[in-house]
C-alpha cells in the first residue's frame, strides 16, 4: 500500500514538475561534459582509420544518433505501456516529450549515415535493412506525433497515440528482418559493412558521444515535458501557483 | 441491482461532476436531469460501459460492470441520441441483424410483430433512408420490445416522437418497470409513467 | 463465437451489396492504376515483367487504403458501432467480423482481377498463378492492419490522409515478400518461402489486429 | 597525443572534410536549436497562460461583484 502510494506521489506531475526542473541544468551540464570529451578523443586523438580514413569518424555521431533513435522510440513504447497498463497521466506526456527529440535523432541517423554513405559505397542512399528500417523508424515517429496532434482531447490522444507505439514497436524488427532478408536476396545492392577490429580511442570516443546524446534527449524531454504538464494541467491549483500569485484573490 | 459508487467525470479538462452516488433496484425509473453540458450523457456512456469512470465503480447484480463485461451486456439495453439504424437496409432488416448481433433469437413474426407496435406496419420492406426522423426513431425503439433484458438505459428517447408514440412509449416503459427491470434515462420532457417507482437525480448542481 | 463473426460478415456484406459502387470503384481504382504504368514506362516485355509484381503490389495497397476509412465510420456515425461495442461478446471478435467481411469485398476481387492485369504485363501462366495466391493470402493482412488505422483515426480531422500515414508503412513486410514471390518465379528461384513467410505475416495480423483494433476503438468510443 | 600536425589537416579530414564537417554540422544546428524552440515555446504557453488565467479571475471577481 506505501509502495503504491510513493509511486502514485512521483507519477503525479505536481510532484514531477519541480523535480524535473532542478535535473534538468544537471543533465545538460553532463552532456556537454560528455560530448567536449568525446569529441576530443574522437577528433582529436583517435587514429585515422586504415579502411575508411578520417572519413570515418562520422560514426562519432551517426551511431549515438541512430541508438538513440530507437532506444528514444523503447522508451516511448515502455511509457505507453505503462500509461495503458495502469491509466497514469504522466506517461502520455512522457511519450509526447520524447516523440520530437526521437524523430529528430532518426532524422540525423539518415542525415548522417548519408554522408557517410556517399564517400564509403559511392551512394546517398541504398536500400539496405538498416537505413531501411530507419526511414520507417522515422515515418513511425511522423505518424505517431500527427496522430497525437490530430486528436483534441489530451488522454485519447495518449491512449490512441500509446496504442500505436506498442503496434509500432512489434513491428519495426519485422520489418528489419524482412528488409534484411530481402536485401540477400537481391545482390547487387546490398552492402557489407565490414567492421575493422576499432582502436580502443575510437571506441571510448563513441561511447562518450552516445553518453552525451543520451543525457542531451534527457534534458529537452523534460524542458518539454514541464511545458506539456502546464498545459494540460492548467485547472489545476499547482500550476495556477506555478503561474504567478495573483491567483489568490479569484480562487472561489 | 444497479449502483453507483462515488462516481467522478472528467471531460476534456473539466470536472463535470463528482462523488455520485445511486442505488437503483427492480421496478424503478431513474430520471437524469441536469443542465446542458451537466454530464448527463456521460453519466449514460459510464454506466454502459463505454466511458470509464475517473474514480468510483458501477456494479450490476454486486459485481462491478468492467469485470462483468459480457454478462452486464448481455442485461442491457441501450438507445443513444443516434438511432444505430442502417440507412440501407429495411426496418425489418435492421431489426433481425440487431438482435443477431446482440445474441437474441428473433423469428421474423416477432420482428413484424414489434414493427407493427411502434406503428410501422406496412413500412417494412422500405429502406429506412426513405423513413423520416420520427420513424427512424420508431425503429431504433422497436428494439425495445424485441430484447428482453433487465436495464434498459435510454438517452433522451421521446426525442422526435409525436404524442401517440410518447405515450406508447411511456405505457411500454411502465410495463418493464413491472415486470421488475430498471430504467435509467434523460429526458427534457417529463412524462407521466404510469407505474413503477419513479426517482430523480440531479447533476452538475 | 462463431456464430458472432458470422453475423457481423452477413451484416457487412448485405450493406456492401446495397452499396456496390464502393467495391466497383476501388477496383477500377486499382486496374486504371495498374494500366497506367505501361503507358508510362514503356511497352518492353522484359522491364515490364521485371516491374509487374511491385507495380501489382503497390497498386493493390493503394486500393485497399481507399476502402479503410470508411470500415468502422459508418457504423460510428450511425451509432451503430456503439451497438457492436456493447454486444454481450469480446469485442475483437466483432471487429474480426468485419476484418473478414473488408476482405472479402476489397481483397477478394484484387486477387481475381489480379491474374488478367498480369497478361499486361506479359507474366509467364506460373507467375500469374503465384500472384493470384500471393495476392489471397496477403491481402487480409492488408484489412487487418489497415483495421487498426482506421480505428485509430476514427473520426479525426484528414483522418484519411492520417491513416496512410500510419498504416503504409507496417504494409512493408506484405509487400517485400508479396512482390518477392512474383519475382522469385519470374526470375525461376521459387516462391515458396516468400509465400510462407506472407501465409506467416497474414497469420499472425489476421489473429492480433482485431485485438488492437478493439482496444482503438473503445478509445474513440470514449 | 594529438593526431593532427595542422589545423588545416584537422579541417580537410584527409579530404573528407565535406561529409564529415556535414555531418557535425547539421547535428551541432539541430542540437541548438531544438533547446531554443523548446525553451520559447515554454515561454509562450506559460505567458499564454497567465493571460488566460487573468482573464478568468476577472471573470470571476466580475461574477461576484454583480
Known sequence: MKDRFNLYRFASPATFYPLAGTLIPYFAAISVIFGLAGLYLGMLVAPTDFQQGEGYRIIFIHVPASWMSMFIYLVMAFWAAIGLAFNTRLSGMMAQALAPTGALMAFLSLWTGALWGKPMWGAWWVWDARLTSELILLFLYIGYMALTAAIDDARRADKAGGLLLLVGVVNVPIIYFSVKWWNTLHQGSSVNLTKSSMAETMLWGMLLMAMCFWMYSIAVALMRVRTIMLERERNTDWVKAELGGQVAGGKK | MLEADNLECVRGERRLFAGLNFKLEGGELLYLQGRNGAGKTSLLRMLIGLLPPEAGEIRWRGMAIDKLADEFRADLCYLGHLNAIKEELTPLENLLAAARLADEILSEDDAIDALEQVGLAGREDLACKYLSQGQKRRVALARLVTEKRPLWILDEPFVALDVAAVDWLAGIISGHLQRGGLAVMTTHQLVNIPAGQVRELRIGG | MLKIVSAVIGRDLKLAMRRQADIVSALFFFIIVVSLFPLGIGPEPDLLRKLAPGVLWVAALLATMLSLPRLFADDHRDGTLEQLALAPHPLGLVVTGKVIAHWLVSGLPLALIAPVLGIQFDLSADALLVLTGAILLGTPALSGIGAIGAALTLGLRGGGVLLSLLVLPLYIPVLIFGAGAVDATVTGLGGEGHLSLLAAITFASVGFAPWATAAALKIALE | ?66
Not at chain 4, 589545423?7 to 544546428?29: N, Q, R
Not at chain 4, 515555446?41 to 461576484?64: C, D, G, P, S, W
Open chain 4, 1 to 66: 597525443m594529438i593526431h593532427w600536425n595542422s589545423f588545416a589537416d584537422f579541417l580537410a579530414m584527409g579530404g573528407y572534410g565535406f561529409y564529415v564537417w556535414g555531418s557535425f554540422g547539421a547535428t551541432a544546428l539541430i542540437m541548438a536549436i531544438e533547446p531554443i524552440m523548446v525553451a520559447r515555446n515554454r515561454k509562450t504557453t506559460i505567458t499564454r497562460l497567465q493571460r488566460q488565467m487573468r482573464a478568468e479571475t476577472r471573470a470571476e471577481n466580475r461574477n461576484t461583484a454583480e
